[in-house]
């Protein structure tokens, strides 16, 4: 399965890292590489919360991710910081029902 990460350069080097489709799914790294990987790893934990706790699988939309987009862009404004995002695709293993 695959889902859209939204990428937050950090001042003092390395990203902040959010899945949209995840509700409270958020990571960082040190590089590009460990962000991805510390995402994955988040999404995987979370969408386990989520089945235990009996909650429908998420759902990505491009209206949800969109607006997630803005609302970063937002944040940064106003705390000055530079509006350079980026959005990647992350691949996501999914257990098949036997």
């Known amino acids: 399965m695959k889902f859209t990460v939204i990428l937050e350069p950090e ?15 958020i990571s960082q790294g040190h590089d590009l590489v ?12 979370c969408r386990d919360v989520r089945r235990a706790d009996g909650l429908a699988p998420v759902v990505e939309t491009p209206e949800l991710i969109a607006r997630e987009i803005q609302e970063c862009l937002e944040d940064r404004a106003a705390e000055g910081l530079s509006l350079t995002i980026e959005t990647q695709e992350v691949d996501v293993e999914v257990e098949v029902a036997a």
């Open 11 to 25: 001042l003092g080097g390395g990203y902040s890292i959010i899945c949209p489709a995840v509700p409270g799914c």
């Open 34 to 45: 460990a962000a991805l990987s510390n995402i994955r790893e988040a999404i995987l934990l």
